[in-house]
């Protein structure tokens, strides 16, 4: 039951919205998505609202520029709502950061159970905890950091026999990648230009662990090769810490005399221009993929209907169907995460697919395939996974195409069903032909 919950990510603690979802029959993706977005945007207003100007400006100027810098972002709104733990991880990088300015136990509980719970979420943030940890030097904030961390690796043993998310092993982006992943992020969310803000606001009494905990989270998503999924998911947790440091930058600067304030406000207005930009473009993906996910409803329901189903995209067609799940990704099956191949590239371990036998496998494909006259495909435009799965012997001679459905431009799904069984002896010979 705790595998198929994961339902395609290994993040233990955002298994509990689901759960709760489940239980009072809202659904998982409604319950997902709801707090997501309230985990993001409560994370990124606590985190602006101690922005603080210097001396003799107006804090509420302040907050107004962080704000704006924070609310822009695209990447919070679309990964927000999405239904994946990115709203839960911004709430509690936020809250670990205020942690280490609040005085006393109240800051030490706030760090320390901040920490551990960004361990049961987000486990690259690892190097942004150690920074803020570090400038908090506690031993009550540490001790609750270390306990939930090691809960959660108890945890993933216990789930997966591996301390490491099934991801580090499913889904590492290739060398190379995580560079251009974080440039691309970086440009789209702070213009560049903020960046120079937020420097100078890390220089502010207070904020430095802020600002190395912000880099420390950039460096680690470039060395871990960044995500193959659109946007700058994994920046979103550190954005409300970067709109507070290059508001307070800017209002630094503007105290500064003529000259800095011409710098202020050439630098504020071009780390709002290009996330504004973005923020409009992404409009009408994001009302296009919402209306693809919609007219699919009838397809995950078709879904729930059959025993197991082996595919890629684990998260939205199976999100909320009691079916059994064979992750051709890896993300969700220790077995295929582990099999020799990168995402999407992975070498599927014939025998083991074999055991599992899934009743239906859906393939995906960017235009419709060619299929003869047996069932069985001649091309296929997927990924490298499923262009394997579908040039296998076995899976040629015990499924057949069933349907081909199209889901969005460019994206159909290749529906594969199995073949009833034949004359004697005649699914042996197939079972002979198996790699």
Do not use: C
């Not at 994961?6 to 707090?35: E, I």
């Not at 959660?152 to 995580?178: D, E, I, N």
């Not at 003529?258 to 710098?263: K, M, P, Q, S, T």
């Amino acid at each position: 039951a705790g595998r198929a919950a994961l339902l395609g990510y290994t993040t233990p603690l955002w298994v509990l919205p689901a759960w709760l979802g489940a239980a009072t029959g809202l659904g998982a993706p409604l319950v997902q998505k709801a707090l997501g977005l309230a985990a993001a945007a409560l994370g990124a207003g606590l985190v602006v609202a101690r922005a603080r100007g210097p001396e003799g400006a107006r804090d509420g100027a302040v907050r107004l520029g962080a704000g704006l810098l924070v609310g822009l972002q695209s990447t919070l709104g679309v990964w927000g709502q999405a239904g994946l733990e990115t709203g839960a991880a911004v709430l509690a990088a936020g809250l670990a950061a205020i942690g280490v300015g609040v005085p006393g136990r109240r800051g030490d509980l706030l760090l320390g159970g901040a920490v551990a719970a960004l361990a049961g979420l987000r486990p690259e943030m690892a190097p942004f905890a150690l920074v803020l940890l570090l400038a908090r030097a506690r031993p009550i904030a540490w001790g609750l950091a270390v306990g939930g961390v090691l809960a959660w690796l108890a945890f993933r043993l216990a789930l997966f026999g591996a301390v490491l998310p099934l991801s580090y092993q499913a889904k590492v982006g290739a060398p190379g990648t995580g560079l251009p992943y974080v440039g691309a992020g970086l440009l789209l969310t702070t213009g560049v230009v903020g960046l120079g803000l937020a420097a100078v606001g890390a220089r502010r009494p207070g904020r430095r662990a802020w600002g190395l905990a912000a880099a420390a989270q950039v460096g680690t998503v470039a060395l871990v090769g960044g995500d193959w999924m659109p946007g700058a998911r994994l920046l979103a947790p550190v954005l409300p810490l970067y709109g507070v440091l290059a508001a307070e930058g800017a209002a630094a600067l503007w105290a500064g005399g003529r000259a800095r304030r011409a710098l202020a406000a050439v630098g504020l207005l071009g780390a709002l221009a290009l996330p504004l930009i973005d923020l409009v473009a992404q409009l009408g993906p994001v009302r296009a993929a919402g209306a693809a996910r919609r007219a699919a409803r009838g397809l995950a329901e078709r879904l729930g209907e059959h025993e197991s189903v082996a595919l890629v995209d684990v998260g939205w067609l199976t999100w909320d169907q009691p079916v059994d799940v064979v992750d051709l990704g890896g993300l969700t099956d220790p077995t295929i995460a582990r099999a020799p191949g990168g995402h999407l590239t992975k070498e599927i371990p014939i025998a083991y697919l074999a055991e599992r036998e899934p009743e239906v496998i859906l393939l995906h494909a960017a235009v419709p395939p060619r299929v003869d006259g047996e069932g069985r495909l001649e091309t296929l435009a997927g990924y490298p996974v499923e262009r394997g799965l579908a040039a296998s012997g076995w899976v040629r001679a015990n499924y057949r195409v069933e349907d081909v459905i199209r889901y969005a431009e460019g994206y159909h799904y290749v529906w594969l069903a199995r073949r009833p069984p034949g004359p004697p002896g005649a699914r042996d010979a197939r079972e002979s032909r198996r790699e």
